[in-house]
């Protein structure tokens, strides 16, 4: 799905160096998440934007930032990477209609890698 | 929060078996069910939900079923192919418009 990228797709970093992944669309949705993926754990919710003004915390949101420069863009920062912040990153989309769905539409994915 | 619990944590099944994954939640106010199949290597994607008011919906070889009195549904997926191979994950949404929270995934491996 070309409507949701992410960049850079794949980073290799060192402990206590600052990154940022950055997601944009052009689906025009106004909600914006960044997930992490583990083996296991499945997907996990760092941050989300309902909107431009809003940002809200998710289960794993310690070690980590965000900035929504606008409804298109959604940046997700770690201040000081650190080993155990290896993973895969998504950033996802959605627009709820009028029934109550809530499709998610997924970013292609940003492997992280902190040595 | 809303706690989901998705079982098995793997699944290996022989091609044309049915495979079922079930998903357990907390928050009775939950309302609104997804299903994601992520094959590998790709990002995940919407294969089915359902919302309270429903019981079960179909959609060719899939089907879901909802059972809010025990807070539980279902993945159903009949006459199994290779390509079903894939980790699938549930999820739920505890309130109007809220956000969703995702079970831990199910491997499902569909054996020729």
Redesign the interface.
Known sequence: ?ADVTQTPRNRITKTGKRIMLECSQTKGHDRM?WYRQDP??????IY?SFDVKDI?K??ISDGYSVSRQAQAKFSLSLESAIPNQTALY?CATSD?DR??????Y????TRLTVL | ?ENVE?HP?TLSVQEGDSAVIKCTYSDSAS??F?W?KQELGK????II?I?SNVGEKKDQRIAVTLNKTAKHFSLHITETQPEDSAVY?CAT?GS??G??Y????TQLTVWP
Request: net charge positive.
């Open positions: 799905d998440y296991g754990l499945g997907l996990r919710l989300y809200n998710g289960e998504f709820p029934g109550g769905a809530d499709t998610q997924f970013g292609p994915g | 929060g998705q944590s309302n609104y997804p994601y990002r995940p994607q919407l939900d919302r994950f949404r109007t418009l956000r969703l995702f079970g831990r995934g």
